[in-house]
């Protein structure tokens, strides 16, 4: 069953989400969906703040949105072979890739959102979730664009090995090879990697979410400058979180209030 007309998914009766957690893996891959909904999606973000306020999980929501984008294949034009932002990374077969060992958690704080909010899809959820923590956590506000369309089935998951691995024997090549597959640039790399000030500060978690939380780098420019950082971090990362996605309509949809 395919609805064309319709802002809202339709999901058999059942669980929405598998994730190999015993229950029926079914509703997720065979759900079929518009694109979102603007006043869903804004909603939605209501709900995400609520729960990064609650959880302080803004390193895993950032971490999923990455792994969903980062498998992109900028030489395959065929969506969604290609990879990136489609929400393919809900599926069992690619959740379970080693790199995206404890994604399986975020996900599950994300489910109570997507069963409120059935008119925003797993891809644009995943990159909603990503922007909002990095925005909650008191990095730059990221210039989104929403109306993702979904990859429908476990078939359409990327190959195992697109995402970097750490701790490889040339990780400056490595890293180039991955992120120019990605259609990225160095300043891409350095400036997403910032991001893992999020995942470092971990131990004290209880700082997460005020707007006093502080980004550092190593890099030079952005260690002196952080309005510099935030710049071009919010650049890469909407970037990033547009790397495969296919958007219904093909502008995408905006949830600021202009
Ligand atoms: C540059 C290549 C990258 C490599 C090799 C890499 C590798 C890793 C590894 C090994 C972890 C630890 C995972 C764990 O034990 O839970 C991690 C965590 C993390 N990564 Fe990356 N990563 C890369 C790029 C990125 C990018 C581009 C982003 C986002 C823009 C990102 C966001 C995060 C976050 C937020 C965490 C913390 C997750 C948590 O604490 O739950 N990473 N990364």
Redesign the pocket.
């Known amino acids: 069953m395919v609805l064309t007309t319709a802002s809202t998914c339709w999901y058999p009766q059942g669980p929405a989400f598998g994730w190999g957690l015993g229950g029926s893996r079914g509703a997720a891959s065979a759900a079929a969906c518009s694109p979102s909904d603007p006043a869903q999606l804004r909603s939605a973000r209501d709900d995400i703040r609520e729960l990064l306020k609650t959880t302080f999980c803004?390193?895993?929501l950032?971490?999923l949105?990455?792994h969903d984008a980062?498998t992109y294949n900028k030489s395959i034009e065929e969506w969604p072979r290609q990879g990136g932002a489609n929400g393919s990374v809900r599926f069992d077969k690619e959740l379970k890739h080693a790199a995206n060992?404890?994604l399986v958690n975020a996900l599950k704080l994300l489910q109570p959102v997507k069963d409120k909010f059935s008119g925003v899809t797993y891809a644009d959820l995943f990159q909603l979730a990503s922007a909002t923590a990095v925005e909650e956590a008191g990095g730059p506000k990221i210039p989104m664009k929403y109306g993702r369309v979904d990859a429908s089935g476990p078939e359409q998951c990327p190959e195992e090995g697109r995402l970097?691995?750490?701790g490889t024997p040339s990780p400056a090549s490595h890293?180039r090879d991955?992120?120019y597959r990605m259609g990225l640039n160095d300043k891409d790399?350095v400036a997403?990697?910032g991001?893992?000030t999020?995942?470092r500060a971990?131990p004290e978690r209880s700082g997460w979410g005020k707007p006093e939380t502080k980004y550092t780098v190593y890099a030079e420019k952005y260690a002196v400058d952080q309005d510099a950082f935030f710049k071009d971090y919010a650049e890469s990362?909407a970037k990033?979180s547009n790397q495969g996605a296919k958007f219904d309509p093909p502008e995408g949809i905006s949830i600021e209030h202009h």
């Open positions: 803004h390193p895993i950032v971490r949105g990455w980062g060992a404890g970097p691995a750490a890293l991955i992120f790399i997403l990697s991001a893992h999020l995942g971990s990362h990033l």
